[in-house]
Nanobody, 124 residues
Framework: DVQLQASGGGLVQPGGSLRLSCAAY????????MSWFREAPGKGREWVSF????????PYADFVEGRFTIFRDRAKNTVYLQMNNMKPEDTAVYYC?????????????????WGQGTLVTVSS
């Protein structure tokens, strides 16, 4: 069974940190570029970041402002999103997605596999 499983969401105070994980089952992420997206209440889905199959430079959405880091552990077949200095506006359901490409894309249709989403709430 091929699937992506996102986890690590939860409640965090403003200024706090969370690390999201996206584990792949039934296939290898080695040939896939990976993105994180998010969907806030009442808003559409927005792209957060992308990492190439073999790492290297990773682009981020402007709202990240240097607070997030995307990285991957090839041995664990998992991609992560480390989020620091979090803000209330980061509250959203976060999704990981896999695309068989090495250049970033924000187009949903380019992604073959999607995780189920993990809820992140930033609130005091």
């Amino acid at each position: 069974d091929v699937q992506l499983q996102a986890s690590g969401g939860g409640l965090v105070q403003p200024g706090g940190s969370l690390r999201l994980s996206c584990a792949a089952y039934g296939f290898s992420l080695n040939n896939y570029g990976m993105s994180w997206f998010r969907e806030a209440p009442g808003k559409g889905r927005e792209w957060v970041s992308f990492i190439k199959p073999y790492g290297g430079y990773a682009p981020y959405a402007d709202f990240v402002e240097g607070r997030f880091t995307i990285f991957r552990d090839r041995a664990k077949n998992t991609v992560y999103l480390q989020m620091n200095n979090m803000k209330p506006e980061d509250t959203a359901v976060y999704y990981c997605a896999a695309a068989r490409r090495s250049t970033a894309t924000m187009s949903d249709s380019e992604y073959a596999y999607w995780g189920q989403g993990t809820l992140v709430t930033v609130s005091s």
